[in-house]
T-cell receptor, first 113, second 109 residues
Framework: DVKVTQSSRYLVKRTGEKVFLECVQD?????MFWYRQDPGLGLRLIYF???????EKGDIPEGYSVSREKKERFSLILESASTNQTSMYLC????????????FGQGTRLTVV | GENVEQHPSTLSVQEGDSAVIKCTYS??????FPWYKQELGKRPQLIID?????GEKKDQRIAVTLNKTAKHFSLHITETQPEDSAVYFC????????FGQGTRLTINP
């Protein structure tokens, strides 16, 4: 069975902290994505990666960075957390090619206080 | 950049009736269009997808249609049931997947 696992379900962090969100997939997928989900705004792409050590900016990369040192792991980093980064964060992975079916992790609900 | 617009934002139908959700996309290079269903507190799950070389695809009670010329695609759910209540997202893209804003579908018994 397909598995995308995010390290935390809920996180509470203080303003200014450096925050790491981890995502691991066991499907040997090349593509990995980080989305943020806010009511009424759908899923907005923060960063994605097509291969190890490769990264591309999505639609809302400001305030975030990513790391992909191994194929199965994709990390999202909030350099200095702010209250407007309070959100649900979803990781996904997919294979390349025509049917790029993306599988999602269970989500991390991050609250910045 | 790429953009996907989804309508309506909320939809309420009587059990047994049909529901239709519509999306438009901006990038002509988009070639893959999946639909996801997200139940409360759960992760989005793929329910059906279509590639740009196909105009329609059906899987039991759900179907997706694609009009490449007009750059729009739609999800059709027939004979709706209470368990169809959820938020539905369309997506499109050439390399990355861009999602619509979501439609909250409520099936009234």
């Amino acid at each position: 069975d397909v598995k995308v696992t995010q390290s935390s379900r809920y996180l509470v962090k203080r303003t200014g902290e450096k925050v790491f969100l981890e995502c691991v997939q066991d499907m040997d997928h090349e593509n990995m994505f980080w989305y943020r989900q806010d009511p009424g705004l759908g899923l907005r792409l923060i960063y994605f990666s097509y291969d190890v050590k490769m990264k591309e900016k999505g639609d809302i990369p400001e305030g975030y960075s990513v790391s992909r040192e191994k194929k199965e792991r994709f990390s999202l980093i909030l350099e200095s957390a702010s209250t407007n980064q309070t959100s649900m964060y979803l990781c996904a992975s997919s294979s390349p090619g025509g049917f790029r079916r993306a599988f999602f992790g269970q989500g991390t609900r991050l609250t910045v206080v | 950049g790429e953009n996907v617009e989804q309508h309506p934002s909320t939809l309420s139908v009587q059990e047994g009736d049909s529901a239709v959700i519509k999306c438009t996309y901006s990038d002509s290079a988009s070639n893959y269009f999946p639909w996801y269903k997200q139940e409360l507190g759960k992760r989005p799950q793929l329910i059906i997808d279509i590639r740009s070389n196909v105009g329609e695809k059906k899987d039991q009670r759900i179907a997706v249609t694609l009009n490449k010329t007009a750059k729009h695609f739609s999800l059709h759910i027939t004979e709706t049931q209470p368990e169809d209540s959820a938020v539905y997202f369309c997506a499109g893209g050439a390399q990355k997947l861009v999602f619509g804003q979501g439609t909250r579908l409520t099936i009234n018994p």
